[in-house]
């Protein structure tokens, strides 16, 4: 049986001192699943397990092999989750402060799409 979307939500995420593209994916994906309420799979489909429906995350970055995906995966709070990472996002220039991280003067941007599915 082949899923259907049941809503994409899209984020933002950046790590302001260090340049570390997984904390920024973290951040993308957490800010792309706090703007979402999934009552309707409850109240409206009738799902009692939540476990059951599909999250697929997409995270674009900079540096996208260096995105521990599994890391990716752990922000999402139910289902069974797959993650990908892609070239994208941004690099801009920072301020490099020693005592958040040492030769870091670049702000790296991450963005998230997550898509929940059902079956």
Do not use: W, Y
């Not at 973290?26 to 999934?38: F, Q």
């Not at 995906?69 to 999402?76: G, P, S, T």
């Not at 220039?93 to 799409?113: R, T, Y």
Request: with cysteine; hydrophobic share 45%.
């Amino acid at each position: 049986m082949k899923s259907k979307r049941f809503i994409v939500e899209i984020g933002t995420g950046a790590d302001l001192h260090g340049e570390d593209v997984t904390k920024a994916a973290c951040r993308a994906v957490k800010d792309a699943i706090s703007r979402s309420c999934l009552c309707g799979l409850v109240e409206i489909m009738g799902m009692d397990d939540l476990e059951a429906v599909q999250v697929d995350i997409i995270v674009a970055s900079p540096r996208p092999d260096e995105v521990d995906l599994e890391q990716v995966k752990d922000i999402a709070p139910i289902g069974l989750k797959t993650a990908r990472s892609v070239a994208g996002g941004m690099v801009v220039e920072g301020l490099c402060v020693p005592n958040f991280a040492p030769n870091c003067d670049q702000i790296v941007v991450v963005n998230a799409a997550v898509t929940v599915s059902i079956f």
